[in-house]
């Protein structure tokens, strides 16, 4: 059984930086394309950075400078480094895990129970 467990959430005022980590257990990472999605107070989830097994990254308007994603396969676990961070980046931040096959046919999706980024002063 696949499990993801992130950690690195926190209060920290705006500007402040946080590095999200998502620790894979069952399966390697390297088989899955890799992704962080967050839910704001009262509103639904949304995309915020992808990363694929080829290293194709891919983010959110929002975030876009601000946030990268990676993956250090030795540790099968991947990262979100948070930079320059606003009030609106407040969320519940989740990993989330998809293997497909050869076509592109999801075969199975993953996710962790998120950690909780608070950006205030």
């Known amino acids: 059984q696949v499990q993801l467990v992130e950690s690195g959430g926190g209060l920290v005022q705006p500007g402040g930086s946080l590095r999200l980590s998502c620790a894979a257990s069952?399966?390697?990472?390297?088989?899955?394309?890799m992704g962080w999605y967050r839910q704001p107070p009262g509103k639904q989830r949304e995309l915020v950075a992808t990363?694929?097994?080829?290293?194709?990254?891919n983010y959110a308007d929002s975030v876009k400078g601000r946030f990268t994603i990676s993956r250090e396969n030795a540790k099968n676990t991947v990262f979100l480094q948070i930079n320059s961070l606003k009030s609106d980046d407040t969320a519940v931040y989740y990993c989330?895990?998809?293997?497909?096959?050869?076509?592109?046919?999801?075969?199975?999706?993953?996710w962790g129970q998120g950690t909780l980024v608070t950006v205030s002063s």
């Open positions: 989330n895990g998809q293997k497909k096959d050869s076509t592109g046919h999801l075969l199975l999706e993953v």
């Open positions: 069952g399966s390697a990472i390297s088989a899955f394309n």
């Open positions: 990363l694929t097994r080829g290293g194709t990254t």
